[in-house]
């Protein structure tokens, strides 16, 4: 079993900057690439980013790519998402969530993902 738990969200000017913080819990969390979603007002769930156990083969939407980065510190058993120049756009409810497998790489959509935080609101105000 995993819990997760997002924090930093919060309102934010265009162009300004935050940075997003998932917690996990359990022995096996470092072991499970894990991806963020976000959920815009009225919209489904998005893809934003996702990253492999280790840290490697980050990628992300085409929406975020060269404005978000994101990380993780398996010691800490969290993972990051570094937001930068941020628009309306992105507002919403960024959630993260793990591979449903462990050491698999999930796919892009929340099919592929098993355990999921609650999320934590990110309004963007132009």
């Known amino acids: 079993q995993v819990r997760l738990s997002e924090s930093g969200g919060g309102p934010v000017q265009a162009g300004g900057s935050l940075r997003l913080s998932c917690s996990g819990s359990g022995h096996t969390f470092p072991y499970y690439s894990m991806g963020w979603f976000r959920q815009p007002p009225g919209k489904e769930n998005e893809f934003v980013a996702r990253l492999l156990w280790n840290g490697e083969n980050a990628t992300y939407a085409n929406s975020v790519k060269g404005r978000f980065i994101v990380s993780r510190d398996n010691a800490r058993k969290t993972v990051y998402l570094e937001m930068n120049s941020l628009k309306a756009e992105d507002t919403g409810v960024y959630l993260c969530?793990?591979?449903?497998?462990?050491?698999?790489?999930?796919?892009?959509?929340?099919?592929?993902?098993?355990?999921w935080g609650r999320g934590t609101q990110v309004t963007v105000l132009s």
């Open positions: 969530a793990t591979a449903r497998e462990l050491w698999k790489y999930p796919g892009t959509t929340a099919d592929d993902y098993g355990y």
